[in-house]
């Protein structure tokens, strides 16, 4: 089979200007349960943020996506107290499994401003925009990557139905599986069985089944219960411990496919993002051991800025002012203004 990157770093990314210039950029982290929208002043080292619903076209349609994308990102301009037109460059990192239609609608309605998968702003987040891999692991999950030489590669992102190994929906299922074998007795005992009972207010697993398929449960309501998997394994369960192990492996494949295929040797920063690496060493810590069968000496990382940061980042780039922006202060900044 002839392969291809199934997504690749826009041109204006690839090429940004020989002459860079702008004072403000915006920065937009859109996904199936919330957008984060910001846009940063860089002569005053200041962040206006701004906050909406879902943006992923998987979740609510192109359409409502793109309104909710706009609408975030006009208050965060609002609250900069700017006009759209002083932006130096804008980037939408945006959650789906293709998120063409939503780039096309924006173009529509602003022309200049870039749309990319959000797996390219969790890449830009966890590298500091440079050779690397991120990581996704959140409601979905998915993997991005940049070679020494530009080479762009993307595994898994094929959404709930199809993917979304590793993901906080994915260990939902993979709970009430759990729980649903203890039942039936086709499986081992769990304490995810009284857990998930608990979580989703259900009179028994059978009653919860049921519930799934007939009310029918929504992505985000499932993933969810991926902290209560997380503590349920903290709490020594060996069947959630297993979960993590899997859910491990099958994103390491992912991650072991896109440093083959982006050439990438040596040390290079993996970094994750996302809610489920929250629970800590019983997910890191297989994942880590899966990307090293490949990469020996790659540097994996829960990533410490937060995903808005990369789409800043990527719209540095576009305005020739990569150079520009200091990582670190960059996380710093984004984290108070988000605790604010």
């Not at 830009?124 to 050779?131: H, I, M, Q, R, V």
Request: some cysteine; proline content about 4%.
């Amino acid at each position: 089979m002839k392969r291809a990157s199934l997504v690749s770093l826009p041109n204006a990314l690839l090429h940004p200007p020989e002459r860079p210039g702008g004072r403000y950029l915006l920065g937009v982290d859109g996904g199936a349960t919330k957008t984060l929208a910001a846009v940063l002043d860089m002569q005053r080292q200041e962040l206006h943020v701004a906050h909406g619903g879902p943006s992923n076209e998987d979740a609510v349609g192109a359409g409502m996506a793109v309104r909710c994308l706009i609408d975030t990102a006009d208050q965060a301009i609002e609250r900069a107290g700017i006009a759209r037109e002083q932006l130096a460059a804008a980037v939408l990192a945006v959650a789906g499994t293709d998120t063409d239609a939503v780039a096309a609608q924006v173009s529509a309605q602003r022309r200049e401003w870039i749309v990319v998968n959000d797996v390219v702003g969790a890449w830009a987040t966890a590298t500091g925009d440079g050779p690397g891999v991120g990581v996704i692991s959140g409601t979905g999950s998915n993997v991005f990557g940049v070679g020494a030489d530009g080479r762009a590669w993307r595994a898994g992102g094929w959404g709930h139905l199809l993917g979304d190994e590793g993901s906080g929906y994915w260990f939902g299922v993979q709970s009430i599986k759990a729980a649903l074998r203890d039942r039936e007795a086709s499986g081992p005992p769990t304490a995810l069985s009284d857990a998930v009972v608990s979580f989703f207010g259900a009179p028994s697993v059978e009653a919860l089944a049921a519930r799934v398929y007939s009310k029918p449960m929504t992505k985000g309501e499932i993933a969810a219960f991926a902290i209560e998997t997380a503590r349920v394994a903290a709490a020594g369960d060996e069947v959630a411990r297993g979960l993590f192990e899997l859910g491990a492996r099958e994103l390491g494949k992912q991650v072991q496919a896109v440093i083959r295929e982006t050439g990438l040797e040596g040390e290079f920063p993996v970094g994750l993002i996302g809610s489920n690496y929250k629970a800590g060493p019983v997910y890191i810590e297989p994942l880590t051991r899966f990307v090293r069968e490949q990469a020996p000496r790659a540097l994996v990382s829960a990533a410490e800025m937060a995903p808005v940061g990369g789409s800043l980042l990527l719209a540095a780039r576009a305005c020739g002012c990569g150079d520009a922006l200091d990582t670190g202060a960059l996380a710093r900044l984004t984290e108070r203004a988000l605790a604010g």
